[in-house]
Every structure is written in structure tokens, then in C-alpha cells.
């Protein structure tokens, strides 16, 4: 069991409960004092998991347990999910010492949190992950939001959680393509600040990465924390080492019209942007099959066998990021090393993906 403080501004202090048993999330929020009721926000597949659990350890404390369980999946993150969950807030009279608390993934922690952020001006907001993804990456950072009909997290504000609680016994229910999408954002985390996540990727045997598990959850969970305490806004551009991978990524996530998961899709963004900058002399040679290898060997997609490179640039001609015909990278260095906000016009980009595949090939 371990704790790690997040150092934000001096009232926005809170901590990362890792290893921990759902079993005693109740004790918890009893010990911080929080009010008496607790509105669980869940979907129906984590629900049916762990559901009595965490409810039993909240009524073992005499607390009030409200529970809102919606339909798995990226489309339940709407305004209308976030109006019934205000809804059911206020029709059981919840104040501002009460408790919103989380139990999924990435889509439940986004949504309950702006909920929490918005209802009353703010209550309690507790995040228990239950995927790999929102392990390390979305329930940290305090990034909220929902979705709106013209684009993702298009609504949303920054609303740091009370505490986040990790039991890592809820991983063992993940369908594994799930627990990919965490793999492929734990590599990302080696490739731009870790040598030693990276090699134990390179290094261990596959069927031996559960052992690690803990580890790497750890040290990626460190990584985007002294991000985020540098830069808890995103006002000095200082997040941007976590988009490696992503330039592309989400480009051809989105131009293959989702035929790619979120973890598969920076799979491959990853190989792009370490080829481009292999190409561009940032790094050696060496670097970019290391990638490549780690990814084959973790079996995420690593060639770009199956994606059309045209759709890629006609999706992102027209992307409002794209400035004056300019994407911006973060590029490759080292395994460890990355170097951002470097400019390419994006006929470059295009010519040396075209290259790429061609090498593929041979
Ligand atoms: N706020 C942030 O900083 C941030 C960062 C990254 C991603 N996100 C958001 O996170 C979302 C993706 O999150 P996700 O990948 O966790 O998706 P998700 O919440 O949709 O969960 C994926 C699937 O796994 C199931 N599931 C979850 N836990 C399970 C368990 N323990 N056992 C069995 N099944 C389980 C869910 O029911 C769902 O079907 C996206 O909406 C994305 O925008 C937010
Ligand atoms: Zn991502």
C-alpha cells in the first residue's frame, strides 16, 4: 500500500491511494469527514462487478448511497447523463460536503468529475479507477468533461479530485484489449521520461508484465503528476511532453473513423512520430526499431499496414490545430528523452510517412 501527495495549489492538495482494498473506501471518506451521502456514479459493467462492494463498505459507515449506473462507453458522456446526475444530486438534497464518487473508467471519471466540479460550485469528487487507462492517465490531471454532438471534451473545467483510490485487484476483470490502451500510455510514459519503464518492456517476458504492473502504474503515475504540478492549467505549455504519440495518433483514431481503439491508435502514432524524428536527426536509427520492437512485442499495431496515410492528411488539412500547414511534434531523443514544440510543415510530415511505408515493406 502506498500513498503519493499531488502538490497543487495549497487548498487543492490530495493523494493517490495505490494498492488499497475497495473494501475500505468507506473508512476513508469517514476519516476525511465527509457529509453523509455519497452518490456512486458507474456503468453497468463495472456496476455488476464491484457495485455491492463499494456500497457495503459505504453503508458499514452509515452513510446514504444514491447510486446512478449508465451504459458503458464513450457515447454515455453527454450533457444529458450530466443533467440526471445533477438531477439525482439535488433530488436527494446533497450538500456541499457530500461525495461524488467515481467507480470506472476513463469516460465515468470525466463525467462524474465535472458533475462534482459544477454541482454547488464543487463537492467532494472521489475517483476509483477500474481500467489501466484511467489508472494512469485520466483519473490524474484533473481534466473533466463531456462530450458535445460538433466534438470530444468539448465541455468540460479543471477540477482536481478529493482523493484518487486504486484497489489493483480490479484489473483482473479488464477484457484485455482494454488493459492494451493502459499498455500503450505506460510505453508512451518510458519513451518521453523512462529508460527503466522501457526496458522492462523490452526486457521481461510478456506473461510476466502482471509482476510489474504495480511498478509501472507507479512510476507512470509520477510522471504525469510532476506535469500536471508544473503546469495545473495548461497555461505554460508544459503538458505538452504527454501528447508524444498523439500528433498522429489522434489523427488517424479519427480519420479511420474509430477503426483503431484510443491504445492502438498511439500505438501508431508513436512508430510515426519516432520515425519522423529518426528522419529529421533527432535520434539514431536504433531508437526507432526499439519502439517498433516494444510495441510488436507487447502486441500493439507497430506497422501501418493497414492505415491509409491519404486519410491521415486529408483529415488533418482541415484540423484547426494545424497552423499555416504546420503540425507541431514531440520528438524523440532518446528512450528517456524527448524534445517538444518542434514545428514540421505537414508536407514534410506526409512525404516521410510515405517513406516509411515503403521501408515497411522491405
Ligand atoms: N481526464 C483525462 O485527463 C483523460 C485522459 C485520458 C482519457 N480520458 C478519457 O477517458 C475515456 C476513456 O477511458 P477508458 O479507456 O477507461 O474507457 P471506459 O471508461 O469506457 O472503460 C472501457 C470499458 O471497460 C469496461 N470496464 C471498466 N473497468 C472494468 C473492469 N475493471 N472490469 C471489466 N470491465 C471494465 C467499461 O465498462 C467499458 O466498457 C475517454 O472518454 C477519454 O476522453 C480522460
Ligand atoms: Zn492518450
Not at 473533466?144 to 465541455?155: A, R, S
Not at 501528447?243 to 488517424?252: K, Q, S, V
Not at 531508437?287 to 507497430?302: G, I, N
Not at 501501418?304 to 500547414?325: A, E, H, M, P, T
Request: glycine content about 8%.
Amino acid at each position: 500500500m502506498k500513498k503519493i501527495r499531488v502538490n497543487l495549489k495549497e487548498e487543492n492538495i490530495y493523494f493517490i491511494y495505490l494498492g488499497y482494498s475497495l473494501k475500505d473506501v468507506g473508512r476513508l471518506l469517514t476519516e476525511k469527514k465527509y457529509g453523509r451521502k455519497v452518490l456512486i456514479l458507474s456503468d453497468t459493467n463495472v456496476f455488476s462487478i464491484y457495485g455491492e462492494v463499494i456500497k457495503d463498505s459505504l453503508t458499514k459507515e452509515e452513510k446514504k448511497v444514491i447510486d446512478v449506473v449508465i451504459r458503458p462507453g464513450e457515447r454515455a458522456k453527454t450533457l444529458h447523463n450530466a443533467y440526471n446526475i445533477l438531477k439525482n444530486c439535488a433530488e436527494n438534497e446533497m450538500g456541499r460536503d457530500d461525495t461524488i464518487l467515481t467507480l470506472g473508467g476513463g469516460v465515468i471519471s470525466d463525467l462524474g468529475g465535472f458533475v462534482a466540479s459544477i454541482y454547488m460550485r464543487g463537492i467532494n469528487f472521489v475517483v476509483v479507477p477500474t481500467t489501466l487507462l484511467a489508472y494512469v492517465d485520466a483519473s490524474i490531471g484533473g481534466k473533466t468533461g463531456v462530450n458535445l454532438p460538433f466534438g470530444k471534451n468539448l465541455v468540460g473545467s479543471f477540477y482536481q479530485p478529493s482523493f484518487v483510490y486504486m484497489d489493483y485487484n480490479t484489473l483482473s476483470t479488464l477484457p484485455k484489449r482494454e488493459v492494451k490502451q493502459g499498455i500503450a500510455e505506460i510505453i508512451k510514459y518510458g519513451i518521453i521520461k523512462s529508460k527503466k519503464i522501457f526496458d522492462i518492456f523490452r526486457d521481461k517476458p510478456v506473461d510476466e508484465m502482471k509482476k510489474y504492473l504495480p511498478f509501472l502504474i507507479e512510476e507512470s503515475i509520477k510522471i504525469k503528476k510532476d506535469v500536471v504540478e508544473k503546469d495545473e492549467k495548461e497555461k505554460k505549455g508544459l503538458r505538452e511532453i504527454l501528447n508524444f504519440g498523439h500528433t498522429l495518433g489522434h489523427a488517424i483514431e479519427i480519420s479511420h473513423l474509430s477503426k483503431f481503439s484510443h491504445g492502438e491508435s498511439i500505438s501508431l502514432g508513436m512508430v510515426g512520430e519516432t520515425y519522423i524524428s529518426w528522419k529529421l536527426g533527432f535520434c539514431r536509427e536504433d531508437v526507432y526499431y526499439a519502439v517498433k520492437e516494444v510495441l510488436q512485442k507487447h502486441r500493439l499495431p507497430f506497422n501501418f499496414s493497414s492505415v491509409v496515410i491519404d486519410k491521415i492528411f486529408n483529415y488533418l488539412r482541415y484540423d484547426k490545430k494545424v497552423r499555416q500547414g504546420n503540425l507541431r511534434f514531440v520528438l524523440v531523443e532518446d528512450i528517456g528523452k524527448v524534445k517538444t514544440g518542434i514545428v514540421v510543415k505537414i508536407e514534410d510530415v506526409s512525404k516521410i510517412l510515405k517513406e516509411m511505408v515503403k521501408d515497411e515493406k522491405y
